[in-house]
């Protein structure tokens, strides 16, 4: 029963549990693009859980927050999803097995380098640990010219097949309903398979696919509720 009910969670999932956007090749990079204020925090604890309850391992690399508050966006957003799902009987079993597969670090913003995050992949695994098989970093600074740290990055995630997510975060241009990627983008395109824009739209968020994701060939929107950042419908 439970199977069956935390299939329905996953199903509604990015179009569905086998043609999810977590679906990238190993050492794959995607990336939650949005502006300031617009969710790409809650959304990463989500897709975060979605993995976790999918059996996989997620490391959640923040270089904004504490542990502790990392924590509590995972606490209100599970509890959405609880109340979405009617998972309520479920709830202390669906915990632990989000648990299970969790390991939670933090990074000043200035304090970040490729060489610190490897030291502590290897530290985990090492001491059998954690064995991580995606990273998710949120909050990383974009401006600039990353692609050195993203190449030297590609080559960990290739190197321990790991998956790579990141949120980012994009600016208004002119036009207040238009985004636009920052200007270096085109030197870092290429290494991205995944890309996912939110956009707020009046009492929603859409999520478009702007890159790879099999909603792209099916042209579909994925509606977000802005309360929750759970998928309507």
């Known amino acids: 029963m439970i199977q069956n009910k935390t299939d329905t969670f996953l199903k509604s999932f990015w179009l569905s549990k086998e043609q999810t956007v977590s679906n990238l090749s190993e050492g794959g990079f995607g990336a939650l693009i949005a502006r300031a204020g617009v969710g790409k925090t809650s959304l990463m604890v989500q897709y975060a859980i979605f993995n976790q309850l999918n059996n996989k391992n997620v490391l959640y690399v923040s270089l904004n927050d504490s542990v502790e508050k990392i924590c509590l966006w995972y606490d209100e957003v599970f509890k959405n999803i609880v109340s979405k799902y009617h998972f309520e009987k479920e709830k202390e079993q669906l915990w632990e097995a989000i648990l299970l597969h ?18 502590r992949i290897t530290e985990l695994s090492e001491q059998a640990i954690f064995y991580p098989q995606i990273i998710m970093i949120d909050g990383m600074d974009f401006d600039g010219d990353k692609k050195e740290l993203l190449r030297r990055l590609k080559k960990i995630a290739e190197s321990h097949l790991l998956n790579v997510w990141f949120s980012m975060q994009i600016h208004r241009n ?12 085109d030197n870092i395109e290429e290494m991205f398979e995944v890309l996912m824009l939110l956009d707020p ?6 999520a478009k696919a702007l890159k790879g994701a099999a909603c792209i060939a099916k042209n579909k929107t994925i509606h977000l509720d802005p309360a929750t950042m759970l998928i309507k419908g």
């Open 102 to 119: 969790r390991f939670v670090i933090t990074f000043h913003v200035d304090g970040f380098s490729v060489s610190k995050l490897e030291e």
């Open 174 to 185: 002119a036009n207040p309903v238009c985004y636009k990627l920052p200007e270096y983008f």
């Open 201 to 206: 739209v009046e009492n929603i968020i859409q």
